[in-house]
């Protein structure tokens, strides 16, 4: 039958152990969660001014195929260019508007009429918020501003694209495993074999009341 004293050793081990394997495992979590909110971050920071990029040189684009409509009144051939944005699902509207700020021409991904009468309430050539994208584009024809061209493109949620960092967290947590297994080894035989040993110099001490006992900590440590 096991002595209480070594009952006392296995239970102290146990319980040191457990200590030291729940704080390396908390410490690989908290750094899994910091290295998904960096790629979080940066792919709010990237995306945005990607998407908002593309969509400035699509409305240039756009609005040098739009400016012989604009010029000439022609509101057909203005319509019928701004419908190929239908190919781009992304697009939610676009809105044409004349020298006067009125609106001329539109697309509508859903059919529906949300361009603004005028294109006095656009603050700035580009606006972003959480769900949309916009950017108004200047017009001019022989070196006079005849309208403008506005754009918006709805953003995709964020865990819509997070499958693509899909790999990119899974290397990560793989890392952050294999660097668990070795720090737990490490912890073991820098800290673990140590303190067990200064615990039973311990226990001899108070126990057995053997005032010459020591505990070699540096030969410990480096085996």
């Not at 920071?45 to 240039?60: I, P, Y």
């Not at 044409?96 to 656009?122: H, I, V």
Request: glycine content about 4%; some cysteine.
């Amino acid at each position: 039958m096991r002595s209480e004293a070594a009952i006392n050793r296995s239970d102290f081990r146990r319980r040191l152990r457990s200590k030291l394997l729940m704080a390396v495992l908390l410490a690989s979590i908290a750094a899994w969660l910091l290295a998904a909110l960096a790629v979080a971050a940066y792919d709010q920071w990237t995306f945005r001014d990607s998407v908002t990029q593309e969509l400035s040189h699509k409305a240039r684009l756009l609005s040098f195929n739009l400016t012989a409509a604009l010029a000439f009144e022609d509101r057909q051939a203005a319509s019928d260019i701004l419908s190929t944005l239908r190919d781009t699902p992304a697009i939610a509207k676009s809105c044409l508007y004349d020298a006067e700020n009125s609106l001329f021409a539109k697309f509508d991904s859903n059919g529906e009429n949300r361009c603004s009468k005028t294109a006095d309430s656009f603050g700035g050539p580009i606006a972003v918020d959480s769900y949309h994208i916009h950017v108004l584009e200047p017009i001019s024809f022989q070196g006079k501003p005849i309208g403008a061209l506005l754009i918006e493109e709805s953003l995709p949620s964020l865990a819509s694209r997070l499958p693509q960092y899909g790999l990119a967290l899974l290397v990560v947590l793989l890392a952050l495993g294999v660097g668990f297994l070795l720090l737990r080894g490490a912890l073991q035989r820098i800290l673990f074999t140590p303190i067990e040993r200064l615990a039973q110099v311990a226990r001899s001490v108070t126990v057995n009341n053997e005032l010459d006992a020591r505990a070699d900590v540096a030969t410990a440590s480096s085996s």
